[in-house]
């Protein structure tokens, strides 16, 4: 599901195969580098991750039972890692 605003949540699929066996790797793409973009990662727990985009694309493995999580980007993720 996209939202309207500069955060996208990102549902992950059930199975019934044990958790510890997959784990979510969020891959940014745009028509324009990413790399050094800012993300953060927000759990449904609470827990965040937050960093850069690399020059891959790729953000950190998230391994969770949750089935959903927030992305956020850019500004947006700057802010919330300032309230954290």
């Keep these: 599901m996209i939202t309207s605003s ?3 949540a990102v549902t992950a699929g059930s199975s019934s195969l044990p958790t510890d066996m997959f784990d979510e790797q969020v891959r940014a793409a745009a028509s324009i ?3 050094g973009y800012p993300f953060l990662i927000e759990m449904v727990d609470g827990r965040t991750f937050a960093g ?21 980007w850019g500004d947006q993720a700057l802010a919330r890692q300032d309230e954290a």
């Design 52 to 72: 850069r985009v690399d020059a891959s694309g790729k953000l950190p493995r998230v391994t969770d039972d949750a089935d959903e999580y927030i992305v956020y």
């Design 33 to 35: 580098a990413l790399d």
């Design 6 to 8: 500069a955060s996208t």
